[in-house]
């Protein structure tokens, strides 16, 4: 399924570097999502985007930084990460953002060097 | 804290039928979804239940029971196929119908 896109699916970066994350959904939906996946934890809501406002921070460090400019597009960007950052980030969208099934994109695998 | 306890990992035979558990706190409780995540993949839905009782989805159903705070994923005819993680996930009012995820069951398929 090629519903949600992620670009790019690896990356490495250094600590002090400043990169982006992409994510864009083709199924028309009005909610959109940021997760964190590390081994063998559950999932970590980042961020939630309904109707391009920004609903959820769930206590995420200010050096991760969503945009969402159109209702198709979402961005992560990263500045000064940690190498406790390391993980799979996740999006996802929702026709709305209440009790509706997500459809995730496949990730972006983050090394944090 | 609004828990999701499912079991970390379980083994099952090719063509035999497994039953996965999900547990959660029954407070506010707004709807239970069930994913598959193979390795490297992204998380693909599988069921919804917000009612009490048994949805089948060809070889694939999920149980609810609202009041014991109780769910299950019932898989049969296993598939070599079948070898993932099964991840629950539990939408509360109360934290404004955020899911809260458990940590996901590695189901592991033999021969």
């Known amino acids: 399924e090629t519903g949600v896109t992620q670009t790019p699916r690896h990356l490495v970066m250094g600590m002090t570097n400043k990169k982006s994350l992409k994510c864009e959904q083709h199924l028309g939906h009005n909610a959109m999502y940021w997760y964190k996946q590390s081994a063998k934890k559950p999932l970590e809501l980042m961020f939630v985007y309904n109707f391009k406002e920004q609903t959820e921070n769930n206590s995420v460090p200010s050096r991760f930084s969503p945009e969402c400019p159109n209702s198709s597009h979402l961005f992560l960007h990263l500045h000064t990460l940690q190498p406790e950052d390391s993980a799979l980030y996740l999006c996802?969208?929702?026709?709305?953002?209440?009790?509706?099934?997500?459809?995730f994109g496949d990730g972006t695998r983050l090394s944090i060097l | 804290g609004q828990n999701i306890d499912q079991p970390t990992e379980m083994t099952a035979t090719e063509g035999a039928i497994v039953q996965i558990n999900c547990t959660y706190q029954?407070?506010?409780?707004?709807?239970l979804f069930w994913y598959q995540q193979h390795a490297g993949e992204a998380p693909t839905f599988l069921s919804y239940n917000v009612l009490d009782g048994l949805e089948e989805k060809g070889r694939f159903s999920s149980f609810l029971s609202r009041s014991k705070g109780y769910s299950y994923l019932l898989l049969k005819e296993l598939q070599m196929k079948d070898s993932a993680s099964y991840l629950c996930a539990v939408s509360y009012r109360d934290s404004n119908y955020q899911l809260i995820w458990g940590a996901g069951t590695k189901l592991i398929i033999k021969p």
């Open positions: 996802a969208s929702s026709r709305d953002r209440d009790n509706q099934p997500q459809h």
């Open positions: 029954t407070s506010g409780f707004n709807g």
